[in-house]
C-alpha cells in the first residue's frame, strides 16, 4: 500500500512554508509534491527539483532538424540534381532558409511533446488523488501539499504534521502497488 497525505493551503507561500517545515522534520524531498492553479515562484527550490533535462534534447533535436533539412536540399539541389535556373547557382542558402527554420522548430517540439510523455508517464488519466472530492480546487485556487509514505502510522504522523502547520483540508488516499 502507498499512502498519500494531502493538505489544503490557502495560498503559495502557505504551501511552500508547509513543505519547508516538512522537509525540516525529516521528509524526504522525492517523497514530497505540490498541486497549484498557477506557477509559484521558488516552489522548485523547495520540494528540490532538478532542471529538466528536456531543453537539452530539444537543442540536440532542433540542430538536427536544421542539418538534416539543410543537408537534404543541398543534396537534391547541388549534388543529385543540379538544375540551371536563371543562372542561379546550385546551392543557393537563402532559399534553404524558411524549411531548415521550420524543421528545426517541428524537432524541436516533437521532442518537447514526447519527452514530456515519458518523463510525466502520459497518459495517465486516473492518479489517487483524482478521488478525493476537494482535491478539484487544485485547479482553481486550492494549494495542495502532499507526502506519500508506505507505512500507515507514517501516515497518521504526517496528516498530524500538515494540521499543526494549519492545513485547510487534510485527507489520506490508500493506493494499492
Same mark, same amino acid.
Given at each position: 500500500?502507498?499512502?498519500?497525505?494531502?493538505?489544503?493551503?490557502?495560498? !503559495?507561500? $502557505?504551501?511552500?512554508?508547509? =513543505?519547508?517545515?516538512?522537509?525540516? %522534520? /525529516?521528509? @524526504?524531498?522525492?517523497?514530497?509534491?505540490?498541486?497549484?492553479?498557477?506557477?509559484?515562484? !521558488?516552489? $522548485?527550490?523547495?520540494?528540490? =527539483?532538478?532542471?529538466?533535462?528536456? %531543453? /537539452?534534447? @530539444?537543442?540536440?533535436?532542433?540542430?538536427?532538424?536544421?542539418?538534416?533539412?539543410?543537408?537534404?536540399?543541398?543534396?537534391?539541389?547541388?549534388?543529385?540534381?543540379p538544375l540551371n535556373v536563371g543562372n542561379r547557382p546550385p546551392h543557393s542558402w537563402p532559399a534553404f532558409v524558411p524549411i531548415t527554420f521550420e524543421s528545426t522548430v517541428l524537432f524541436a517540439s516533437l521532442t518537447l511533446f514526447?519527452?514530456?510523455?515519458?518523463?510525466?508517464?502520459?497518459?495517465?488519466p486516473h492518479h489517487p488523488l483524482f478521488e478525493l472530492e476537494s482535491f478539484r480546487s487544485a485547479s482553481s485556487g486550492g494549494f495542495w501539499v502532499s507526502v506519500t509514505t508506505r507505512e500507515r502510522s507514517q501516515a497518521e504522523v504526517l496528516l498530524g504534521h500538515l494540521r499543526e502547520l494549519s492545513a485547510r483540508t487534510t485527507a489520506v488516499v490508500e493506493e494499492e502497488t
Open positions: 500500500m502507498r499512502y498519500w497525505v494531502v493538505g489544503e493551503f490557502g495560498s !503559495g507561500a $502557505e504551501a511552500k512554508r508547509a =513543505l519547508t517545515a516538512l522537509r525540516e %522534520r /525529516g521528509c @524526504a524531498a522525492d517523497s514530497l509534491d505540490a498541486f497549484s492553479p498557477y506557477p509559484v515562484d !521558488g516552489l $522548485e527550490e523547495v520540494l528540490g =527539483l532538478k532542471p529538466s533535462p528536456l %531543453r /537539452g534534447f @530539444a537543442l540536440l533535436a532542433g540542430l538536427s532538424g536544421a542539418a538534416l533539412a539543410y543537408g537534404v536540399q543541398w543534396w537534391c539541389n547541388a549534388v543529385d540534381w514526447f519527452g514530456l510523455m515519458v518523463l510525466f508517464r502520459f497518459p495517465r
